[in-house]
């Protein structure tokens, strides 16, 4: 009950708050007076370095795993899809129905 209780007061806490951002301040809404304060303040530029920062340093974390697994396993690393020996075939029932498909589709 109390998860319920969290999920309605937040709704109505979002309601309220996009209200209050559409109150006029001179020609401007509060939501457009902060979206301009947004994109003008220098924090916007540190903050899209840190982010490009961080999607770099987790592209070379994951680069760096994949280089780890693929040496305990003993796979080549651009061998993705077989680093872990699955081999990926067709049925014969699928393939089978796929050249029925194919039959009833030439004519």
Not at 2 to 11: G, I, M, P, T, Y
């Amino acid at each position: 009950m109390a998860e319920v209780k969290f999920c309605l007061k937040s709704l109505v806490a979002a309601i309220a708050i996009v209200l209050a951002m559409q109150v006029h301040l001179g020609s401007l809404t509060i939501e457009q007076h902060t979206q301009n304060w947004l994109v003008t303040s220098p924090v916007a530029g540190y903050l899209e370095k840190v982010a490009s920062g961080a999607v770099l340093t987790i592209r070379n974390a994951a680069k760096s795993v994949s280089q780890l697994t693929s040496q305990a396993f003993g796979n080549p690393e651009t061998q993705r899809a077989s680093r872990l020996n699955l081999e990926f075939q067709r049925s014969p029932s699928s393939i089978k129905n796929q050249k029925s498909n194919s039959k009833t589709q030439d004519e």
